[in-house]
């Protein structure tokens, strides 16, 4: 099979060189026939033309979307670049193996992951804040030279609301003509809670039961005999949530695996710790990495980067308004007692009652291995 192509890095500047001047495009919004006309401009960047070949090709087999709905999700939620490895994550190698098993592996090799051992369409990434969710869903997007949607639920309740149900629509149809496609849903509790139920938001829940329909026709197209057949089969939720007790009880049996992120153990601590520190000057012996290691039980794999940002201040903090003068070979490396002075203020972000309810909701709903 030909690999798919990526949406090209970004050009670090600040014009988006994908992007046709609003200009150019007031025009029809669709063809005639209901298909949307080609939306991105040949580019003089072959990587970008491949993409936007890529992308006009696909447009064409969509219909019943709004053009100005897929611009947004093409800009804003098509992400691009940036790719993130599985060894820049460090530890959670049970949810690394559960997310190749589940998306990596059936997305490359959609031959072998048939009948009863089709794939999963839906997985959640539960856990403590700041643990790698999201990271991992980039990690899954890279790996699996898929086309990464990522949006926040809350965004689609809040920024977009109004033009949300236009925008899920418009989200599912791209995914599934741009397959493999990971869709990646972060804060999902903000969507699927039960909250929603109570009639008091109705548009939430519209916007709600507009996602649930559209991932229901994904598990239908998959499992009957269209043409779509094998795009539908190569479109993931993959959904994170910190509040995992909030999403109802039909939404959370749509998610077949329930991975449970858990706070970073010993080992995992100490290998993010030596990540942090391999470009910065620093006097810590092995034993005091050890010491910091013991001493940021409880901490989220975020919180050990802010701990480590903070007590890579000690050093200029020491020097004061002197640091505007002092060479950069005269600023003493970052030490121990830097981590301890930041170990005062800089604190874990979950308590231990707050991980006790992540523990019991793994145990009841998680998926094991
Ligand atoms: P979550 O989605 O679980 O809230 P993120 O994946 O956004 O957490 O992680 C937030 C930041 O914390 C990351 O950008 C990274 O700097 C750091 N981090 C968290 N977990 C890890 C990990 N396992 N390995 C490396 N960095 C991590």
Same mark, same amino acid.
């Given at each position: ?54 992308? +006009? ?171 779509? +057949? ?140």
């Amino acid at each position: 099979a030909k690999p798919p192509i990526h949406a090209p890095t970004p050009q670090r500047s600040t014009e988006q060189p994908t992007l046709v001047p609003a200009t150019a495009v007031t025009a029809a919004s669709t063809t005639p026939d209901g298909h949307l006309p080609p939306l991105l401009p040949d580019t003089p960047d072959p990587e970008h033309q491949e993409w936007n070949n890529r992308v +006009n090709e696909a447009l064409r087999n969509i219909t019943g979307v709004e053009e100005s709905a897929v611009r947004q999700i093409l800009n804003e939620i098509v992400v691009k670049g940036d790719e993130v490895h599985w060894e820049d994550i460090a530890g959670l190698e049970q949810a690394k193996t559960s997310l190749k098993e589940t998306v990596v592996y059936p997305f490359l090799r959609p031959d072998l992951f048939k009948g009863l051992r089709e794939p999963a369409r839906g997985m959640l990434l539960f856990g403590p804040p700041g643990t790698g969710k999201t990271m991992l869903a980039r990690a899954v997007a890279t790996e699996s030279q898929s086309t990464f949607f990522s949006i926040s639920a809350s965004s689609l309740t809040s920024k977009y609301l109004g033009e949300s149900e236009k925008l899920v629509r418009a989200l599912f149809a791209l995914a599934r003509a741009l397959a493999p496609s990971i869709i990646f849903v972060d804060e999902i509790d903000s969507l699927l809670s039960s909250r929603s139920d109570t009639g008091e938001h109705e548009a939430s829940r519209r916007i709600k039961t507009e996602f649930l329909v559209k991932w229901s026709d994904l598990a239908h197209a998959a499992a009957g005999k269209d043409h779509q +057949n094998d795009n539908a089969q190569r479109v993931l939720v993959l959904a994170a949530t910190n509040l995992p007790w909030a999403i109802d009880e039909a939404a959370r049996r749509r998610f077949v695996r329930r991975q449970y992120i858990p706070l970073p153990e010993r080992e995992t601590r100490k290998k993010h710790l030596h990540t942090l520190l391999q470009y910065q000057i620093h006097g810590l012996s092995e034993e005091e990495i050890d010491q910091l290691v013991d001493m940021t039980d409880g901490f989220s794999g975020s919180d050990i980067t802010a701990l480590a940002k903070d007590a890579a201040m000690g050093p200029l903090r020491a020097l004061g308004e002197a640091l505007l003068s002092t060479p950069r070979d005269q600023i003493r490396p970052v030490t121990v007692a830097d981590f301890e002075a930041s170990l005062k203020t800089i604190r874990p972000s979950v308590s231990k009652e707050g991980l006790q309810a992540f523990e019991d909701w793994a145990m009841k709903y998680g998926s094991s291995g």
